[in-house]
């Protein structure tokens, strides 16, 4: 008889780092980057496509349910990507199914880079370009490679916008609860504070933005943004968010 092999820490590690850049309905043993995983980690497909299935069993961002299956391990693991969410950047491999028509965006892209022009770099700046294209496949995938407001579906166009900033805090740079999807225009003007959401994803508007920059950033499906399929963001994150916009107006 066969025996048995539990799964590590490190696969478990590498199978959530696969589950937040891969959309629910694609867990199945034919998926691209599914079969890839599986033959780093000596595993079949299905036994990777079900690992996935239980990590989402755990994800309360989720409407629908994987199956409730989930090892000791597994909520461990997940617990602890929740508190800090840059532990597991490390146990992430590029996606060959990411949609990605930005040469800047992806892993695979900015690891070639990196051997060829960044060997000089130090560490830290590899790290952080790294966890930038991380988030990015993130969020892109939770909004379906959609903008927020606009729904603009060029992904050249699209950014993975901070609500609090990279430089601001380093516990949440990964969190996926801190990310929106947002056009350029819109994710410029989200940064520097001169649009936010209210407590109802409604877009707010600073009083001093200009008529005609108004007229541009009011060009949108809907005055509330699309929510994503998973990991909709803090209310928490967003108050902050406001808090800036309402300081720099006032100061």
Not at 103 to 128: I, K, M, N, S
Not at 131 to 157: H, P
Request: charge should be positive; aromatic fraction near 8%.
């Amino acid at each position: 008889m066969t025996m048995r092999r539990h799964w590590t820490d490190a696969e478990v590690r590498k199978a959530l780092t696969l589950y937040l850049r891969l959309e629910f309905g694609k867990f199945h043993s034919r998926q691209p980057d599914i079969i890839a995983l599986a033959r780093e980690i000596g595993r079949t497909p299905s036994a990777v496509a079900l690992k996935l299935a239980n990590l989402a069993a755990l994800d309360d961002s989720l409407p629908q349910k994987g199956m409730q299956n989930a090892s000791a391990l597994d909520r461990k693991i997940w617990e602890e990507f929740l508190r800090t969410p840059d532990t597991i950047l490390d146990h992430a491999a590029p996606l060959t199914s990411f949609q990605n028509d930005d040469p800047v965006a992806g892993f695979a892209e900015r690891q070639a880079r990196f051997e060829q022009h960044h060997q000089q770099e130090p560490t830290a700046l590899v790290r952080q370009r790294r966890g930038q294209a991380f988030f990015r496949e993130m969020i892109l995938t939770s909004y379906k490679y959609r903008c927020a407001l606009s729904g603009i579906e060029d992904q050249r166009l699209l950014t993975a916008s901070h609500i609090v900033g990279w430089a601001e805090d380093h516990s949440v740079r990964l969190n996926p609860q801190n990310g929106i999807c947002l056009n350029a225009l819109h994710d410029r003007a989200f940064d520097r504070h001169l649009i936010s959401f209210d407590e109802d994803y409604r877009l707010i508007i600073a009083q001093d933005v200009p008529s005609e920059a108004r007229k541009s950033l009011e060009r949108i499906d809907s005055p509330r943004f699309a929510l994503p399929s998973r990991f909709l963001p803090s209310q928490s994150f967003l108050e902050r968010h406001r808090r800036k916009l309402h300081a720099r107006q006032q100061a």
